[in-house]
């Protein structure tokens, strides 16, 4: 039979595999997640912008190593539209 692969954040293929399968190029995409660890650092790793939801917002950023750190964050995904479409 076939050799069965598990795979998933913050591992690349599987960002790569579901842009792939829905069509979508890295630059058109967005990783929206509440998990540093897994759903931003694996977004970064692929290449593509991440917008973190913060489960607090208080939460400091700042001291996040670089390679979890998101392109936007937010309190509330709420805010999803402003944030990506501000003048």
């Not at 913050?10 to 660890?37: C, E, W």
């Amino acid at each position: 039979g076939r050799e069965v692969i598990y795979i998933g954040k913050p591992h690349s293929k599987i960002f790569q595999y579901v842009l792939r399968t829905i069509g979508v190029a890295r630059r058109d995409s967005l990783m929206i997640g509440d998990n540093l660890s897994s759903d931003i650092m694996g977004a970064n790793h692929y290449g593509i912008d991440s917008l973190y939801i913060t489960k607090s917002s208080s939460m400091n950023l700042k001291r996040v190593e670089v390679e979890q750190k998101p392109t936007y964050s937010s309190s509330s995904i709420d805010d999803l539209y402003s944030l990506l479409f501000a003048s």
